[in-house]
């Protein structure tokens, strides 16, 4: 038995992580490693409650597990979502340093490409 | 006991990981400490019965997601990366800031701990492939076709970006 909270704090520090590689690195493609690291913490919150609702009953009447599920079902759409936004990112990065020939983000101050 | 253990050692290289990723310079030493860190929280899924999403998570999150950054990392030759004065402000203000965040948010966890219950390793079927089949072709059918439009804007959108202009 383990509490839910040790998994929500589990989350949140690596949520915080994320958010220190954001503000910390300098390399373009370490930032958006850093977010991949958040979203992967919101995932785990979002399965530690699923959990969570199915040990607490998480059944509609007609006994399909709806409640329950939904999360994993979320974070179903969240990997998705992810997926394109690596392959945008990944192109808009590739774009980028066709043009000014660096991954720093303090020398990529411009919105033109 | 076994469950308490499990989870300590896959929290640990989960968190182990995530400060590596911050404390690598070169991307390619961060992409692969982000890879244990997403193995890891796969292992994690199964001790909270998500067995399907355990899965997905080492194929596309591990496996396509990262392949995709480490191509690209050895596409553009990516060095080690090189301090500047912003990350001095960042780590001024980021630091601390983060810190807070973390801390906040675990004094409300623990606060709470009575109220949110524990986790235990059950032999239920819960997470069982099929129920989340049933649940996202039947009454999430409509996101699901709409998340495939979405694919294949990005799809397209990553074309024209990755394209060299003539």
């Known amino acids: 038995m383990v509490p839910l909270s040790w998994y929500l704090i589990l989350s949140a520090v690596l949520f915080c992580l994320g958010v220190l590689g954001f503000l910390l690195k300098r390399n373009i493609i370490t930032i958006f490693m850093s977010i991949e690291l958040m979203l992967n913490a919101v995932n785990l919150t979002f399965v530690a409650f699923a959990n969570y609702w199915n040990a607490h009953g998480g059944l509609l009447p007609s006994g399909k597990p709806v409640v329950g599920l939904s999360g994993h079902v979320f974070v179903f759409f969240v990997m998705v979502v992810a997926a394109a936004e690596a392959a945008v990112g990944l192109a808009i990065i590739i774009a980028v340093f066709r043009t000014r020939e660096t991954l720093n983000v303090d020398r990529v101050n411009l919105l033109k490409l | ?166």
Not at chain 2, 5 to 31: E, K, T, Y
Not at chain 2, 74 to 95: C, K, Y
């Open chain 2, 1 to 166: 006991m076994v469950h308490q253990i499990l989870f300590i050692i896959f929290a640990l290289m989960c968190v182990a990981g995530a400060v590596n990723l911050l404390r690598q310079s070169h991307p390619i030493n961060s992409a692969l400490s982000l890879v244990v860190v997403m193995a890891s929280l796969a292992l994690i899924y199964l001790l909270l019965g998500a067995e399907f999403l355990a899965a997905i998570q080492v194929i596309v999150y591990a496996g396509a997601i990262m392949v995709l950054f480490v191509f690209v990392i050895m596409l553009l030759n990516a060095g080690a990366e090189e301090r500047s004065t912003g990350s001095r402000i960042a780590l001024i203000v980021g630091v601390p800031g983060a810190l807070v965040l973390g801390v906040l948010v675990g004094w409300i966890m623990i606060s709470n701990n009575k109220l949110l219950g524990s986790v235990a390793i059950s032999p239920t079927d819960f997470g069982e492939t099929h129920f989340i089949a049933r649940l996202l072709f039947r009454d999430f059918l409509l996101p699901f076709e709409v998340t495939s439009v979405l694919i294949l804007i990005a799809i397209m959108g990553a074309v024209v970006l990755g394209r060299k202009e003539s």
